[in-house]
């Protein structure tokens, strides 16, 4: 869809300098920009889209508020008494312009507002790095202006879906998650190719708005969480009237004149249906930024150092003297908004501190580092059911050579899930570090775990030894009993 951006009166410039320069005004530039102003520096952010990114108009918000209508109505039924009051079906224009609300109907004044209130001046238009710690800025219009910065430029440019190079994908005109978040009317039929988050909450959300669904998933159905959990949802999408279609790859894709699209697969069966969503990874936002004219790779992702400087070739040494950091999508250390805005606080953070030659904590757990980001990454699917993780699945912890030990439970078996929801089917695991005593890896799925994610995340990063945790009691009757039943299996 076309961009809409917000037209904000500016004097015209040819140069201006400040402390730090970010390109980027999602989510994690705007932190990063909000840290730095708040730690006496200042700082302008350039944007060549909508101030607030990927999050806030095509990802995290408007597929949420998607999921959340059906998954409201789904949780009504559920329960004697509320289900009798639910006598008609969803209201799917209802769901669409509640999305559109909160993509803020894809416009930005609210944002720019936030930035201008905050001090944080904003340039729109293509932000290019040069070798003396500057910007260049070309807007819509050609009209070039040059940013300097005193201390530090930050890419936060996040990603771009990647598509694969399938033979006729690229001219039948696939969504990806822009479209499938943005979408002003649900297709009959709609193809999925990929397993993973993107394809798993969008296969949900338009099976249950009416699409056909066919889920294309080589890989599998969110293979990089435990297994329970893709089975989980495997089953959830089926039950849904979808099909999944696991091991199978798409080898080739046609548009016909009248709109339908084909899809042939490695097997040789064909599926044909309306739009074909494409979700199968991210690609980094670094193709124009001028790193070439740093030594580094246009296109490629930008590994950082623990203080997120991005590193030069030999991938130790901080690139451009130590002033050009990466926060976010585009360092590839997680590919989350909340991991990319905890990243966001530390680089901020830690160029204050830099400029203003005060000590840095960049030891482990300090506070101008993201340790998190490799120990204790939580994250929400909100798929049917809803699957919460924080910290290793059971096979990353061994294959990180942690002698662990795996604690199972059936979330079924609890008296507050029988409360809250008939019929309830969930499951949760635990994953163990045996030599420290410490939890290292919390998996959930059923009904809205997302809100018991929290507290496995706290025992986590705190390393809470397992004979503290006997001492935190769960109220009665919850689902967060499983916390008391998962300790019992392991023993004291």
Same mark, same amino acid.
């Given at each position: ?256 004149? +009248?709109? =339908?699209?084909? %899809?042939?697969?490695? @097997? $040789?069966?064909?599926?044909? #249906? &309306?739009?074909? !969503?494409? *979700?199968? /990874? ?22 950082? +150092?623990? =203080?997120?400087? %991005?590193?030069?070739? @030999? $991938?130790?040494?901080?690139? #451009? &003297?130590?002033? !050009?950091? *990466?926060? /976010? ?164």
């Amino acid at each position: 869809m076309a961009t809409q951006t917000s037209q904000t009166a500016q004097a015209p410039r040819t140069a201006r300098t400040y402390d730090v320069v970010v390109i980027g005004a999602g989510p994690v530039g705007e932190n990063v920009a909000d840290r730095v102003v708040r730690g006496g520096l200042t700082a302008a952010v350039v944007e060549r889209e909508l101030v607030g990114g990927e999050c806030s108009y095509w990802a995290c918000m408007p597929t949420k508020a998607l999921l959340r209508g059906t998954a409201a109505l789904r949780a009504a039924r559920q329960v004697p008494g509320a289900r009798e009051a639910v006598t008609g079906d969803l209201d799917v224009r209802a769901v669409l312009r509640r999305r559109d609300s909160f993509a803020s109907d894809w416009k930005d004044e609210g944002q720019v507002s936030w930035l201008e209130s905050a001090g944080i001046d904003l340039y729109r238009g293509q932000g290019r790095v040069t070798a003396d710690r500057g910007v260049t800025v070309t807007a819509g219009d050609g009209t070039v202006t040059s940013l300097t910065a005193r201390h530090a430029v930050v890419l936060a440019t996040g990603t771009s879906a990647l598509l694969p190079d399938i033979p006729g994908l690229a001219a039948s005109a696939p969504w990806s998650s822009r479209e499938a978040a943005s979408a002003k009317a649900v297709p009959g039929r709609l193809a999925v190719i990929g397993g993973g988050v993107v394809a798993s909450e969008m296969a949900t959300a338009y099976a249950a708005l009416g699409s056909t669904v066919t889920v294309l998933a080589r890989d599998g159905v969110l293979p990089l969480a435990e297994p329970f959990a893709g089975e989980l949802v495997t089953e959830s999408l089926r039950a849904a009237g979808a099909s999944v279609r696991l091991g199978v790859e798409a080898v080739s894709v046609r548009r016909e004149a +009248d709109g =339908t699209v084909h %899809v042939t697969l490695d @097997d $040789g069966e064909r599926v044909e #249906a &309306d739009e074909v !969503l494409v *979700a199968v /990874g991210r690609t980094p936002n670094t193709q124009d930024l001028g790193l070439d004219a740093l030594g580094l790779e246009p296109g490629g992702w930008l590994p950082v +150092d623990d =203080t997120l400087r %991005v590193l030069g070739k @030999d $991938g130790t040494t901080p690139a #451009a &003297d130590g002033w !050009l950091y *990466a926060a /976010g999508d585009v360092n590839r250390r997680v590919l989350l908004t909340h991991q990319g805005k905890y990243q966001a606080r530390a680089v901020g953070d830690v160029i204050v501190a830099r400029a203003k030659g005060e000590k840095v904590e960049d030891g482990l757990w300090g506070r101008h580092v993201a340790t998190a980001d490799e120990r204790a990454v939580p994250q929400v699917v909100f798929t049917e059911p809803e699957l919460a993780s924080v910290g290793l699945t059971a096979a990353a912890a061994e294959a990180a050579g942690l002698r662990v030990r795996v604690l199972d439970h059936d979330l079924a078996a609890l008296a507050g899930s029988s409360l809250h929801a008939e019929g309830y089917r969930g499951h949760a695991r635990m994953v163990v570090d045996e030599d420290r005593g410490v939890i290292v890896g919390f998996t959930l799925a059923g009904p809205d775990v997302a809100e018991l994610l929290h507290a496995a995340t706290i025992a986590i990063v705190g390393e809470v030894p397992l004979d503290r945790l006997w001492h935190a009691v769960p109220a009665f009757p919850t689902v967060s009993e499983v916390w008391l039943r998962l300790l019992e299996a392991y023993g004291r």
